[in-house]
Every structure is written in C-alpha cells, then in structure tokens.
C-alpha cells in the first residue's frame, strides 16, 4: 500500500521541485544582474574588511567548480589566496601559551649586570660572583646573554683604562699645569705674559708660578724648583703632573722627573682632557676681561688676588661647594647684621665673612 502511494506521488513531488529550481534560477539571474549594476555603480575596486573576506570564502569554497562563473568582486585566484592566508593564521600560535615558562630576567638585576660591566673591567663569571654577594642569583651565562644584549664583551679586559678613570683613581696625587696669557700695557707698549699655574684635581688648589714675557729654560727651570719646595711644604702630594705637549714645558720636566714625578702629556689637540686647568683659565678670564694690566707689577697683583679668592674665599661645586684651603664653616645661621662682604679689584671679586666679634 505504502510503495503505491509513493509511486504515484513521485511525479507530482517531481513537478514540485522542478518548479523550485526554475524559481531559484530567476532569482538567482536576477541577484547577478543586481549584482552587475551595482558594481558599475562602485567602481573597480571594492574595499573588503577581513570579515567580509571569511564569508566571501565559506561560501565561494561550496561551488568552487562554478566559481569563476558566479564571482564578481574579485578574481578566484584571489578568492583561493585568502583561503590559504586564514589557514596560514590558524597554525601560527600567535597566541600567548598559558603554561608557564622561564621568567624574565629581573629588570634591576639586567641593569646592575651593565653597571658593573660598564665601570670595571671584569669578565661574566667575576660579575656574577659580584652579582651574588648583592643577593641577585643568576647563572653565568645570563649574565653573558645580558652583555651581549647591550653590546658589551663578556670577556674581562674588554677595555683599557680611560683617561676620566686614570684621572678619577688619582685625583689625590694628581696635579694640572698650563700656560695662558695676557696682553699687559708696559712703557715699551702692549706686551704678551706667559702666566704659569698649577691645580691639585683633589682639593682645587691653585699655585700661580709666575708670570713673564718670555718663558725660556733658565725661568721655567726655576719655577719647577719653586713648585718642588712648595710640595714640600703643603699636604697636597704629587706623583703625577698633567700638562699639554708645549715645548716650554720641557726643562720643567726635566726637573720635575728628578723629584720622582711623573709627566702625563694629553693627546695633541685635546685640551679637553686637561679640563681642570682649562676651567681655571675660564674663571681667570672672568676677572682679567674686566681689568687693563698696566704694568707688570699691577697685573702680579691681579694674580695675587685671583689665587687668594680661588683658594681661600670661592666655593667649588665639584668638591661640594666647599672652599680648598682653611674655612671654618659656622655652627648656626649668621644674623644679616653680622655678615660683611671684603671686595678686591674694585668689587670685581667679592668674598662674604661672618663677623665674629659682632656675632
């Protein structure tokens, strides 16, 4: 009974679909002359977002053998090349796995590990022993990964000493001398001196030599003497001298090295590294801007007062805002009526003392 009623339903349930395939084929011409006119309207290109691209793919991936007949927006090809591109991203593991790893190593520690890299000569090893007795526990070769990050040798000896380490490890028995000069009006007109002075890098103590129009080896001779003595009878030691590379400086040498002092020359052309001496000259020419020298005798008296204000009365930042030689700083704030100010060079130079006996 049943394989009956099948049998003669089959040609009406026949009919059924073949009207619903003409159906679906005229909305499905009409959907592509819709398509058609609205791309003439767009223009060539159609911007495409990664979502509208994921569907063009489900869909297109369905009727691939028909698929250059049906797509508009863009070629197959393209259409393939985005469905191997989403594959591409499913397997890449961008993402961050969850499980646990090898920490990073402690910013602190990273830093500490270039500090003592930077200010030492040490190979890993020493900077990881260096490293432990800080309480940052890492293994060597962490410490070498760490160096290498930052374009440094893991090796020791990676670099020879500086000139600013030579001069740092030696600011106690380390001295700088040089030359400037002043145009000084004499009887016999305008006259160029030839002023020598020493500073001690440590205390910033200054020693002005003399002053002369012509530096020849009988006075230069002379003046290294008078610095031995003076040595002598200052704390300040001295075991190395920093000078330029003048010639005038040659018989003074020559006296000095007798004494067991050593002569550090600075490279040619590099004042720079005589930076102590040179900003002395900076603070000297402050005040000589300022004055007329007339006379040798007159511009001996500048000097004088120069020295006295630079070692006894001017306080230095590089050594804390102390003054080198002989202050005694107060116990308690001074009353503005106890304060007095001692110019020299006509208020060039002005030096401001507490009077005790008004205290």
Known sequence: ??????SSAEPLLTQIRQLFRNDLALENDFL?????????KLGKRVPLTDKDRRVLVKYGLRIKERLADVISIVKPETLLAWHRRIIQKKWTYSKKSNQPGRPRTNKQTEELVV????????GYRRIEGELKKLGHHVC??????ILQKH?????????????????????????????????????KGLVTYYTLFFIHLGSRRVHIAGCTPNPNYVW???????FSMLLDEIPERCRYIIHDRDNSF?????????????IVKIPPQAPMCNAFAERFVREARETLNNIIPLGENHFRHVLRCIELHHNRERPHQGIGNVIPLHFVYPEEPADSKSVHCRSSL?????????????A
């Open 1 to 6: 009974m049943e394989n009956t009623i099948t």
């Open 32 to 40: 592509r002359q819709e398509n058609r006119i609205l791309r003439s």
């Open 115 to 122: 500090k003592l890299a930077e200010e030492n000569t040490w």
């Open 140 to 145: 060597p070769g962490t410490v070498r990964n």
């Open 151 to 187: 374009g440094l040798s893991p090796t020791p000896g990676r670099k020879s000493m500086s000139w600013k380490k030579f001069i740092q490890s030696h600011m106690d028995v380390l001295w700088a001398g040089d030359f400037f000069t002043e145009e000084v009006w004499t009887m």
């Open 220 to 226: 230069t001779s002379q003046q290294a003497r008078n």
């Open 250 to 262: 040659l018989p003074f040498d020559f006296v000095v090295k007798s004494e067991g002092i050593k």
């Open 346 to 358: 006509g208020g060039l130079m002005n030096h401001y003392y507490i009077d005790k006996k008004a």
